[in-house]
Each structure stands twice: as C-alpha cells, then as structure tokens.
C-alpha cells in the first residue's frame, strides 16, 4: 500500500506515538508485508525469530518490539506491539467506507460493460470494457477488473484476509488494506471468493479461467492462461505461475509457488514449492508417475503376504 504522498519518519511515530531511530525526514511511502515490500515501506515485525528477515528486508522503515542495531539506510519505530500499530496505520490510510448504494458513486465502469441487477460494487472500484458481471456478484472497495472480464453468479471479490494473531483474550484480526486485481480476459465462475490483500494486490492475470466454488486467499498472484477447475482452495502469499493448470478439489498451502505449466490433479495437496512443466497428484502432491506407481504397488502387497505364507 503506497501513501497518498510521502511522509516522514516523524509524521509516522507521531501518528503511532512511538520512538523511533532514523533522521527525523526520514522518507515513509508505504506499508506492506514482507513478501512484497520496497524501498520506503514500512514492515512489521514482533518476533525475534524473524527480526533478521525484517531488518535484511527491502523495507526501509522496520516496526519492531525492540530497540536493536538499526541496519545503515534504514530507520526503526519502536512499538510495544507493532501487529496493532501496523493495523492502526491501515485503518488510518485505508479506512472502511461505508456503502451508499448498490453501485457506489465513485466507480468507474467502462464502455459496453453490462451489470445484471441485484449487483454490489464498492468504492473506488474500476471496471473495463466489454465485461459482465452476474446477478448477486459483490465487489468490495477499491477492486480493479480489466477489460472482456466475466463474473458469475454469487462471486465475491475482495473480501478481508484470513489473518488473525493469537492473543490470551482471543483472535486479533490483521486489518486488509489492499485490493483485488483481475486482468483482461478472466473467466470467474459462480460462487467463488477471492481474498484482497493486506496491504498488496491479489492477483489474477490475463486469460486466465476459474471455474465455481473456488477459493483464492489474500495476496496470492495467478498467472496468466491458468485453469482452476471447481472447489480448489488456495491459501494466502501463494504464487501459480503461467499457464498452470489445477483441478478439482486441490488445496495449496500458504506462501507455495507453483512452476509454469505443471498440472496438479483433483483432490491434491500442495504442501510445498512445486517445480514447473510436471504433472502432480496426492497428498502432499508428488510427481505423478512416481505416485502411480507407488499406488499400484501398494495394491500388490496383499499377494506378496500371501507368497510369504505359503
């Protein structure tokens, strides 16, 4: 998430009301989470076991829960809980707008794009040209949907971020801040729902085809010319490269990235990194052939005990 304009490290703390360490005009020109941080952003981090990542990040501003070695070129805002002061920067610099009608005022919808009735789009919400979009379709703020784009029936887009920090009193919900984005020539089916991203963009690239019933969690970016077929869940941070095809029923693992043009087969498990250009299949998701071939030896152990006996 970029500022409207650039601010200073002391406009920062002052706002948080926190210490800090850096030169007072120290440049601030955003936020974001570690995967998709640059120079200028500020990175929350309140666990030493990732301080170092933190601080070795591109992130130029680190909020952290204690005061360290500030690496050079960097500054620090030293916060007894950075997870809420990172959540009240997001509340401040992207606060909840509420609804004024059923297409808000502030959307932009383009030339020959036809809107079915009983359809919600948000604030801020930019949608090309030659698009549809179906009955009982909801689009949160600030969503962005290129141009020959159709939605389905019951698709939700840009709904909050499954992120939640567990404290003694309970669940504590990490703020979302950033958008939806659908490039040009998306399919998306009925009843699917794609997660904003915190801070960044989730991400569905151009050509590329969803089918119903599919979950996409925040921040994950879909390559162009993708196939996901029905009930497949992504979770967040997740990276499917171009031209990957998913099919029924496959579950990916948060922060997995998966290789251009592999195939996973229905009802797989990706728990891990998959290298592009193979076919997958199980649980967790393992080349194909190597797992045919387990399976079917596996069926041969029965005869193999009844060798054994006689």
């Not at 120290?26 to 995967?35: A, D, K, R, S, T």
């Not at 399976?295 to 005990?305: Q, S």
């Amino acid at each position: 998430m970029k500022f409207p304009k650039t601010y200073s490290l002391k406009d920062i703390a002052g706002l948080l009301d926190v210490p800090f360490v850096g030169a007072d005009d120290f440049p601030v020109l955003g936020m974001n989470e570690i995967h998709v941080v640059e120079p200028g952003d500020i990175v929350f981090v309140d666990h030493p076991k990732y301080y170092d990542k933190a601080l070795k990040s591109k992130a130029t501003i680190v909020l952290i829960n204690k005061e360290v070695d500030c690496p050079v070129g960097k500054a620090l805002l030293i916060s007894d809980d950075p997870f809420r002061d990172f959540n009240k920067l997001t509340n401040h610099f992207k606060p909840f707008e509420q609804a004024s009608a059923l297409i808000a005022p502030s959307a932009r919808i383009g030339e020959n794009t036809l809107i079915q009735p009983s359809v919600f789009i948000g604030n801020h919400v930019t949608i090309g040209d030659h698009c549809t979009i179906h009955p009982n379709v909801v689009i949160y703020d600030h969503c962005v949907i290129g141009d020959h784009v159709t939605i389905h029936a019951g698709t939700i887009i840009g709904a909050d971020a499954f992120y939640y920090k567990n404290r003694p009193e309970g669940f504590d919900k990490l703020l979302s801040g950033g958008r939806v984005v659908i490039e040009d020539r998306v399919d998306i089916g009925a009843l699917c729902t794609i997660d904003r991203g915190v801070t960044g963009d989730t991400t569905i690239k151009k050509g590329s085809k969803l089918d119903n019933q599919i979950q996409i969690g925040h921040d994950t970016i879909i390559g162009e010319k993708c196939l996901i077929a029905s009930q497949v869940g992504i979770a967040g941070c997740v990276v499917v490269e171009d031209e990957v095809t998913l099919w029924g029923q496959v579950g990916v693992v948060s922060g997995a990235t998966i290789g251009k043009k592999s195939v996973i087969y229905a009802q797989s498990g990706v728990a891990k990194s998959l290298e592009g250009g193979k076919a997958y299949f199980g649980s967790p998701a393992e080349d194909a052939r190597e797992k045919m071939r387990e399976l079917n030896n596996i069926k041969k152990i029965p005869a193999i005990l009844d060798q054994i006996k006689e």
